[in-house]
């Protein structure tokens, strides 16, 4: 098990950072986002997991994809 830590976009949890097994990842997408505290709208990263959980992270696509890919 590989898990690699991101900055968690939604505000409803305890952290701001939030560990995701890499193995169990389907795919990476960006999707529109607003901000909670701003309410801009911006983009967040979505990690689609192959059980169909997702989370959006404010980590930008390229970083999400080049951790992911990361040896251990």
């Known amino acids: 098990m590989s898990l ?3 900055t968690n976009a ?3 949890n305890l952290t701001e ?3 995701i097994n890499s ?3 389907a795919s ?3 999707i529109p986002w607003v901000d909670d505290e701003s309410g801009e709208e911006t983009k ?3 990690i689609f997991g192959v059980t169909g959980t997702s989370w959006q992270v404010r980590d930008s696509y390229l970083e999400v994809i ?7």
Do not use: M, P, Q, Y
Not at 66 to 72: F, T
């Open 4 to 6: 690699k830590i991101f």
């Open 44 to 46: 967040a990263t979505s």
């Open 23 to 25: 193995d169990h990842v």
């Open 17 to 19: 950072s939030i560990a």
């Open 66 to 72: 080049a951790r992911l890919n990361e040896r251990d």
């Open 28 to 30: 990476v997408f960006e």
């Open 10 to 12: 939604f505000k409803g």
